[in-house]
């Protein structure tokens, strides 16, 4: 078992910048998916970043190719989400996530470890 605690959310204007932090505790494993998936409103969840330790490439969605960068604090057992010109779009609740074998970042569902999420919004 994982236990994940998201921090960093908050309020910024469009354009802005935010930086999330997922801490780890628990149980290690050497293969691994970790990142990050939000809920707007009314809408389901959706993959946002992440990483499978059995490959080194990075997940990002398209909306987030570009804006959003996924790093990690080995040390620590941290992985951050830092978010650059943000829009009013990206308002949702991030969580961060994280399955101890290979996973679909197009599939909640496989994640079974979850944070408690953290607000993020946008405004005009």
């Known amino acids: 078992q994982v236990h994940l605690e998201e921090s960093g959310g908050g309020s910024v204007q469009a354009g802005g910048s935010l930086t999330l932090s997922c801490a780890a505790s628990?149980?290690?494993?050497?293969?691994?998916?970790m990142g990050w998936f939000r809920q707007a409103p009314g809408k389901q969840r959706e993959g946002v970043a992440g990483?499978?330790?059995?490959?080194?490439?990075?997940y990002y969605a398209d909306f987030a190719k570009g804006r959003f960068t996924v790093s990690r604090d080995n040390a620590k057992n941290t992985m951050n989400l830092t978010m650059s010109s943000l829009k009013p779009e990206d308002t949702a609740v991030y969580y961060c996530v994280f399955r101890e074998s290979v996973c679909s970042w197009y599939d909640s569902g496989t994640f079974k470890n979850w944070g408690q999420g953290t607000q993020v919004t946008v405004s005009s």
């Open positions: 990483i499978w330790t059995g490959s080194t490439r990075t």
């Open positions: 628990g149980n290690t494993y050497s293969r691994f998916c």
